[in-house]
């Protein structure tokens, strides 16, 4: 005989809502149920066993169903854990559990967990099916138990479109199913449940991932932005951004840097490029630092010369310097053209001519004490020549690389006055 409980045979007088709480709690899990009305109101709760799962089916007036971190403590040891899973009717519901409130609309999929704090609430009446699947059953980790419940499941997804219907199916069908039947059922239907909630585990932890990153992209533009800004700061960046400093810090705890260093290594590749182009705004390395941001030309003539190891008047004169610097100082320009009868004299041993010249062999270029022979037409390290050509066919043969040493581009040969682009 199927388990039914109705108020329409409770005794005449009394409390109608107390009795159906209590009923509700002895057949299910124990809860305190608050109706919308007066002391007496009408429902209707079936249940049906089907191997170690319990479906709920109920129907009833408009009521809320709380189960407490009291109740719990109190019931601790004597009621087993349930991961409650559950097809919305028309009225819909509101699920509230683990600080998220979730507002289920009509055939809404959703779960709770029984051993922890949730409320239940139907403002409009109760229309429900419901399974019980002992927690014991459920091969998930509690943190991934917990990132799926009280949050609203897509009923089209891909398993989520397998647990609705037969949720429902099961409700009204388990009452006559051979127990050899319901058993294998039993495992099927709690093999999918699992499945369900790693799956909307993992996929809440991707889109927390890519929510994150695309915040540091943002607030990487905004820094972009607002270089020139001396207020610029975690304060301001946060405030732009909606967002607690804390919060704004956590989102740069895996990119080896801070926010305040990240301003600073901006700004300062800033300066870098200004000052190797030989655009000083009002004619002063000063002038470079305020529009960049920096108060202090003094702090400014600091942090460059520890950056990249000389002073800003230096780089400014040298046009980017020829001494080791940061690899994260990028200096982009034009390079000087060579005239066509330069020649380049011995009296620098660096650059005295060998005394055996090998076959076929390129032009050589040095970088930090490393040379590097290119075969004319070869494809350069990282990515290949652009626009290549035999060197040996070019009269005024460029090679040109990127100044942050190994970390750039190749060599690229270009004829004269083909240099001179960003990134070359």
Not at 288 to 304: D, E, M, T
Not at 400 to 421: D, L, M, N, V
Request: proline share 7%.
């Amino acid at each position: 005989m199927t388990p039914v409980i109705d108020t329409a045979g409770f005794p005449d007088g009394g409390n109608s809502v107390r009795r159906w709480s209590r009923a509700v709690s002895k057949a299910t899990v124990p809860v305190t149920v608050a109706s919308y009305g007066a002391p007496t109101m009408e429902g209707r709760m079936t249940t049906h066993p089907l191997g170690h799962l319990l479906f709920v089916t109920t129907d009833a007036d408009p009521q809320c169903f709380t189960r407490s971190r009291r109740r719990i403590a109190r019931d601790a040891g004597q009621t087993e854990p349930f991961v409650v899973v559950a097809v919305v009717g028309d009225t819909g519901a509101v699920l509230q559990q683990g600080g998220r409130t979730a507002e289920l609309a009509a055939g809404t999929l959703a779960l709770w967990d029984t051993e922890r704090p949730h409320v239940v609430d139907f403002p409009r009446s109760v229309h429900i099916k419901a399974c019980l699947v002992p927690r014991r059953a459920i091969g998930v980790r509690d943190d991934e138990l917990e990132r799926v419940t009280a949050t609203v499941i897509d009923a089209d997804g891909p398993v989520a479109a397998l647990v609705a219907p037969l949720l429902v199916t099961l409700a009204e069908t388990a009452v006559d199913c051979p127990e050899h039947v319901a058993d294998r059922l039993a495992r099927n239907f709690t093999d999918l449940v699992t499945t369900l909630i790693a799956e909307r585990a993992a996929g809440d932890v991707a889109d927390t991932v890519g929510s994150r990153q695309a915040q540091a992209w943002e607030v990487r533009a905004y820094v972009d932005r607002h270089l020139g800004d001396p207020e610029l700061g975690p304060e301001t960046i946060a405030a732009a951004h909606s967002m607690s400093v804390r919060s704004l810090h956590k989102l740069f705890e895996g990119e080896r840097t801070t926010v305040s260093r990240l301003i600073q290594r901006r700004r300062l590749e800033e300066c870098a490029r200004d000052l190797a182009r030989g655009d000083s705004g009002d004619g002063t390395i000063s002038g470079v630092a305020r529009r960049w941001g920096f108060s202090s030309p003094a702090h400014f003539s600091r942090l460059f010369h520890a950056a990249h190891g000389m002073p800003p008047s230096r780089w400014r004169d040298t046009r980017g310097g020829a001494a080791s610097s940061d690899p994260s100082a990028v200096v982009d320009g034009p390079l000087p053209t060579p005239a066509e009868n330069d020649r380049v004299t011995p009296r620098d041993p660096r650059h005295a001519p060998r005394r055996r010249e090998k076959r076929n062999r390129g032009p050589s270029v040095a970088k930090r004490s490393k040379t590097v022979d290119l075969t004319c037409g070869e494809a350069a390290t990282h990515g290949g020549l652009v626009g290549s050509r035999d060197l040996r066919d070019s009269t005024h043969g460029l090679m040109c690389f990127h100044a942050a040493g190994e970390r750039g581009h190749g060599p690229i040969p270009a004829s004269a006055g083909e240099c001179g682009q960003e990134g070359a």
